[in-house]
């Protein structure tokens, strides 16, 4: 079951832009970290691939990928996390999930996180 929500994915063009939300009001007034990971279409989940991780004293780290590209922001008030994605390209789609744990820690193992989002799917078009 999933304890994050997520939405946002969604169908795009080439250069197009989307917004991934995550919403976590389990880790509010916690030291937590998120990442970010996508999941090629029609693979395994141990094929997820890290995207980008934050912390709640605003540490960041992306992936070669997606920086530049990819910018994580915060709204503490709904306790959710966004994602926007700009310049996308159609290697781009997968579905995308959020991740959280306790603890700033920037970690890229999908292993060492402790409740995942349901996913949503994003799929870039040329």
């Known amino acids: 079951q999933a304890r994050l929500v997520e939405s946002g994915g969604g169908s795009v063009q080439t250069v197009g832009s989307l917004r991934h939300s995550c919403a976590a009001a389990k880790y509010t007034g916690s030291s937590y970290s998120v990442g970010w990971f996508l999941q090629p279409h029609r693979e395994a989940r141990e094929a997820r691939e890290w995207?980008?991780?934050?912390?709640?004293?605003?540490?960041?780290v992306y992936a070669a990928s997606v920086k530049c590209r990819f910018t994580i922001s915060e709204d503490s008030s709904k306790y959710t996390l966004y994602l926007p994605m700009n310049s996308l390209k159609p290697e781009d789609s997968a579905i995308y999930y959020c991740?959280?744990?306790?603890?700033?820690?920037?970690?890229?193992?999908?292993?060492?996180?402790?409740?995942w989002g349901q996913g949503t799917q994003v799929t870039v078009s040329s």
């Open positions: 995207v980008a991780v934050n912390n709640s004293v605003g540490d960041t």
């Open positions: 991740a959280a744990r306790t603890g700033l820690r920037l970690t890229r193992q999908q292993w060492e996180y402790d409740d």
